[in-house]
């Protein structure tokens, strides 16, 4: 039985669905074969089964916890950290004078998959770090980079981004986090922060953290946001580890998921003694947060497919392994009792968990192709193609798995039955962790109105233009497939009715955002489904091509595929012609209703 991962499939998305082997063709990944990349997720999925997998249920039943000086963990998370910096992991998509190995985005995204569905905890830390990584590497001085991120990439130090307040919450503009300069050039923080997550632990030699603050003097709201590296303990020019940096530990947030990341309440210049450096140009902070934001929206989404994955692959061993009842038609109590896999009940619920978790899987590996596009792409078209297509994208990567791959963890539950409530099994926890993921980095309210208020406007609707263009080409392809027929004319109504929907909300945007915008949730699930049915579309495209010659166990393969891409679309893309329908009737119930009315 798979426990982490259905190893087929992940194969058939990076080297079948989405052509992992162009990306050699590129010069720098020239160094690469298939049996390279190959090689990196099979050692990604050693590391995660031996050393995440093992500790997942004990961090989560033995939370980390603060006696007033120090915070303490199960010893298991530092050791299995620790084996998967030493293998390189941190830094598997860096240079190689990083200590990177220089794969692609889409072969690291690939690998991270593997440590989240074994331990979605443990491995919060090292994604965090490599987020905050990203961003000094990016927008840091040469002297901030060498301060700081070889210690990253390799895990010396770990790192995290320390944006919310409590007075504030996701309206980063009500921020009161000071930060005053001084005579050498850094700046004294002042503020708290909240819900940091993994913002203390003993498990590296120093925390960095990434503190948006407001200096004084400048302008109003997000525009007077900028962006300060503040370590836990001073770091000289050298990279060595010095004094504590006046950055206090208020106390741990006990979270109903992800239990066993320390999620933290922070104070950061108490004593006056907290210095920070400026990152690239003052009142930029958000700009720059954002390019990390943005990896942790892709992180979050596909942090939610494996948890949903995890909790599919659990309730299908277990509708194996389980008889209980009979087919309606057996009329003697004395036959032998089924297997749940047999009642057709519970194999809707496992091709529904399976129709969410594998399509999801595939949008979310199809965001880190597209990184790779954007960065190696042979020409500038292709990166800016694929650059605006994931801006384009981000919203619905984040929010689409972490609603839908959450529904699945709960079927995951109702196929375990009663069992399914206990601890003695894994799925009341896989629910519990991908509980979190709606709230992760933006609500669904807030990715909404980015994609329905933002992202759907940009260049006249452009980027919606290309998207549609790309749908076109796999629904053309899947026209010329008889069995896929019914399919491509779904797919293309369904576009058809985005693009009417986006021609009725334009001209309202212009002249009522609030109006415009009151159901923008709405419109990101529809899209969100219309983009998920073109995956599976494109899924069941090369399984229609390779189904003749297949035998086996592959054939089985690629006829589940074919069978979860028909329920989708039979049962799942329905949906959304009611949501336009609403849409664009303009329906104000929400907007209309007044507070004293609840």
Same mark, same amino acid.
Request: aromatic share 8%; charged share 20%.
């Given at each position: ?118 331990? #979605? ?418 899924? #069941? ?58």
């Amino acid at each position: 039985m798979h426990t982490i991962i259905n190893r087929r499939d992940l194969d058939f998305l990076v080297f079948e669905l989405l052509d992992a082997a162009s990306l050699i063709e590129r010069p720098r990944h020239a160094d690469h074969s298939l049996d390279t990349f190959a090689a990196a997720l099979d050692t990604a999925q050693a590391i995660a089964t031996d050393h995440f997998a093992p500790h997942n249920r004990r961090s989560d039943e033995h939370e980390p916890q603060f006696d007033g000086q120090r915070v303490t963990l199960i010893p298991e998370v530092k050791a299995a950290l620790r084996a998967y910096c030493d293998a390189g992991m941190l830094a598997a998509s860096h240079d190689y004078t990083l200590g990177g190995m220089q794969l692609p985005s889409l072969l690291a995204q690939a690998c991270s998959s593997l440590f989240k569905s074994a331990n #979605a905890a443990t491995t919060s830390y090292p994604g965090l770090t490599l987020g905050n990584a990203n961003v000094i590497h990016r927008f840091g001085t040469e002297a901030q980079k060498r301060r700081y991120l070889s210690s990253l990439l390799s895990g010396r130090f770990f790192g995290t981004m320390a944006l919310t307040e409590p007075q504030a919450g996701s309206s980063l503009a009500d921020i009161k986090t000071t930060a005053t300069p001084n005579a050498d050039g850094s700046y004294s923080i002042v503020g708290q922060k909240i819900f940091i997550s993994a913002g203390d632990h003993e498990l590296s030699e120093n925390i960095v953290h990434l503190v948006l603050a407001k200096i004084p003097g400048g302008p109003p709201g997000v525009k007077g946001i900028s962006l300060f590296i503040v370590p836990k303990r001073r770091v000289d020019d050298d990279g060595q580890v010095g004094e504590p940096n006046d950055v206090a530990l208020a106390g741990l947030i006990h979270k109903m998921g992800w239990r066993g990341t320390t999620s933290t309440m922070l104070s950061f210049g108490e004593h006056g003694q907290c210095r920070g450096e400026l990152v690239g140009e003052p009142h930029k902070g958000l700009s720059y947060m954002f390019h990390m934001m943005n990896e942790a929206r892709i992180g979050v989404g596909l942090g939610a497919v494996m948890l949903g994955y995890r909790g599919y692959l659990a309730s299908l061993a277990y509708a194996r392994e389980r008889p209980q009842g009979r087919s309606p038609s057996a009329r003697d109590p004395q036959t032998p009792q089924q297997l749940l896999i047999e009642h057709a009940d519970v194999r809707r619920m496992l091709l529904a968990q399976k129709a969410y978790v594998e399509g999801g899987y595939a949008l979310c590996l199809y965001a880190a192709r597209l990184v790779d596009d954007q960065k190696t792409g042979p020409d500038e078209s292709t990166r800016r193609d694929a650059a605006a297509l994931l801006d384009l994208l981000t919203p619905v990567v984040k929010s689409w798995p972490s609603q839908w791959c959450l529904e699945a963890n709960s079927l995951a539950i109702q196929v375990h039955g009663g069992y399914g409530y206990t601890r003695e099994y894994p799925v009341e926890q896989f629910y519990r962790d991908n509980r979190l993921n709606p709230i992760h980095e933006g609500t669904h309210g807030i990715q909404a109105l980015d994609l329905l208020g933002r992202k759907a406007q940009m260049d006249q609707g452009a980027t919606v233009a290309l998207l549609a263009h790309r749908m076109q080409s796999t629904i053309d392809a899947a026209a010329a497939l008889p069995e896929l027929q019914g399919e491509a004319r779904a797919l293309q109504a369904a576009l058809a009715d985005v693009e009417q929907t986006l021609a009725v909300l334009r001209p309202v945007l212009a002249e009522d955002s609030e109006r415009g915008l009151a159901n923008a949730s709405v419109f990101l699930e529809a899209f969100g489904h219309t983009v998920v049915a073109w995956i599976w579309l494109r899924q #069941a495209v090369i399984a229609s091509r390779a189904l003749p010659t297949a035998e086996g166990a592959d054939a089985d393969f690629y006829r589940g595929k074919l069978h979860a891409c028909r329920w989708f679309f039979g049962w799942e893309l329905p949906r959304t012609q009611a949501q336009h329908a609403l849409l664009r009737r303009l329906d104000d119930t929400p907007l209309t209703m007044a507070t004293d009315w609840f």
